[in-house]
């Protein structure tokens, strides 16, 4: 059998899947910017030297932390929304005669094509972007330095190594959902549709406990300088507070708005409920507000 | 030997909680020989399309044998099976199943694409297949820019341009309109002749009635089967309906 043949499927799967791969390569790409954006800044204000550079650092370390486990999220959420829209076309496979290890190569290459092509722009992107956030920052600071542009090569393969493991890690993720699921599945997984959840008032008490301790701490803590690691773990439960509370929130909300007919049979209030899993989407919204 | 041989195929379905159990098939047996067009004919959830997924070996059964040219193919493992079905299997679906992103012609090629074959032999073999469908004018066109019909018949050359021992057709009418389906029918009719095996499930008695014998299955049993012997479709229409209203009616009809 021809070796290049899955290589070959899958450019032309994401030639012709353009609309579905394009907003996971953008998510990627921008974690990518982001993040790196993040490494250059830290490491240039580390060399410039200036009164607080230490524990501008030190925040923008945390800061990289929330970034990391964010982009985890993220590229993990639209990558479940790629893989679901494409549930027919693998099923379709499975039936003309693809052995699931065989998909699973093609998925591979997907991912790896996506993957190095978002890692390039991204940095590019990062690259390009960094010393106008670092100069952002001297400004904000009122602190002048002369302009030049630098590249952080640690910032490069730090960032690289930590992408390539969460592609890895999806690559591994897709093959294991794949080796779950049976042709008919496959081709009617994109009919078989989201059975509505439940409400879990755990999820909703957990939340709002989350939620209020992280901005407590963030509020009550008198000197931020002293107060950073507090500070972080305050992101972190305001980031677990929010996922929570919707998850839980948003399921609540719509179930007590269908128990209205009057308002659930509204002809624009119908089609609106339809979309449980969007509630992430809105997730990323306010959690990127905060930041 | 038979062609297709089952074997007292059993199905039962076990509900994820509870334990609730529902028998799909029971008892199932029958043959299909070389060069046969088969349909099979039940109502809704009659198990119909239960038995088409373990005869296309996408389901297992519960017990029961499926021999396919003598091979048992409820024995081989889930990794030779999509290579088995690539090799000895066609498939038509209810709604075409056909990809939107590419173009006929590439909708034609997969299977040969996913079995690794050379364009040049693809190409050959395309060009007799599209000429006997009638498709061979639109093979740059997507499936959204084409009818119904012709989606179907897109369907069935992808199936068939793979020489399968036995075409496996899901409803093939069933999302058409009265006009293509004849057309469709008839389609099927002219590659019957030139000596492919069809095996069709369907509760159109209009599809049915095209085909050299019908079998009946009610509640996962088969109850009933007749032979065209020399009758014409019209005459074979006729029977089928008849036979349906004794089943409909709960009569026992065993000859």
């Known amino acids: ?291 | 030997m038979p062609l297709l041989k089952v074997n007292n195929l059993k199905k039962v379905y076990t509900t994820r909680f509870g334990g609730n159990k529902v028998t799909a098939l029971k008892n199932i047996s029958f043959s299909v020989e070389q060069g046969e067009y088969a349909a099979i004919m039940g109502e809704s959830g009659s198990g119909k399309t239960t038995l088409l997924n373990i005869l296309a070996s996408m389901d297992r059964p519960t017990s029961g044998e499926v021999f396919l040219n003598g091979e048992n193919t409820v024995s081989i493992n889930e990794n030779a099976l999509a290579r088995f079905r690539r090799e000895h299997l066609g498939f038509v679906f209810q709604d075409f199943n056909l990809l939107d992103t590419f173009s006929i012609e590439d909708n034609i090629y997969l299977p040969l694409v996913l079995a690794g074959k050379e364009y040049k032999e693809m190409n050959e073999k395309l060009e007799p297949v599209a000429a006997k469908l009638g498709i061979d004018h639109i093979l740059k066109k997507y499936p959204y820019e084409v009818s119904g019909g012709q989606k179907q018949r897109t369907a069935i050359a992808r199936a068939i341009i793979t020489n399968p021992d036995i075409l496996l057709a899901d409803e093939p009418t069933g999302a058409l309109d009265s006009k293509s389906a004849g057309e469709l029918l008839d389609t099927f009719s002219n590659i019957h002749e030139e000596g492919q095996t069809i095996l069709m499930v369907t509760h159109s008695v209009r599809a049915a009635s095209h085909a050299g014998r019908v079998l009946f299955i009610k509640d996962g049993e088969i109850y009933h089967q007749i032979y065209r012997g020399n009758m014409t479709n019209d005459e074979m229409y006729l029977k089928i309906s008849n036979t349906l209203t004794v089943l409909l009616a709960g009569g026992d009809l065993h000859e």
């Open chain 1, 1 to 291: 059998m021809n070796k290049y043949i899955y290589l070959k499927l899958a450019i032309n799967n994401i030639k012709k899947n353009k609309t579905t791969f394009f907003p996971f390569g953008l998510s990627c790409g921008t974690m990518i910017a982001l993040f790196y954006m993040l490494l250059s800044v830290n490491e240039q204000t580390l060399r410039t030297d200036f009164y607080g550079g230490t524990t501008m650092s030190e925040i923008l370390g945390l800061g990289l932390w929330v970034c990391g486990i964010f982009s985890v999220l993220v590229i993990f959420y639209t990558n479940g929304f790629l893989l679901k829209r494409r549930n027919k076309e693998l099923g379709l496979y499975s039936v003309l005669g693809m052995e699931k290890r065989h998909i699973g190569r093609i998925l591979f290459w997907e991912i790896i094509f996506t993957g190095g092509i978002s890692l390039l722009v991204g940095l590019l992107g990062g690259m390009l972007f960094s010393r106008l956030m670092f100069l952002i920052l001297l400004n904000l600071l009122s602190l002048s330095t002369s302009f030049k542009f630098e590249i952080s090569v640690s910032g490069i393969i730090f960032t690289l190594l930590i992408f390539s493991s969460i592609f890895l890690v999806i690559i591994l993720y897709n093959n294991f959902k794949l080796k779950k699921l049976n042709p008919i599945e496959l081709l009617q997984g994109s009919s078989v549709g989201e059975r509505e959840p439940n409400t879990k008032l755990i999820y909703a008490i957990l939340g709002v406990i989350c939620l209020s301790a992280g901005y407590f701490l963030a509020v009550t803590t008198d000197n931020p300088v002293y107060a950073i690691p507090i500070f972080f773990v305050a992101v972190l439960l305001v980031i677990a507070g929010t996922y929570l509370l919707f998850m839980s929130g948003s399921i609540a909300l719509l179930k007590l708005l269908k128990k209205n007919k009057k308002y659930y049979y509204h002809k624009t209030h119908f089609m609106y409920r339809r979309n449980h899993t969007n509630f992430r989407f809105y997730l990323r919204h306010c959690i990127q507000a905060y930041r």
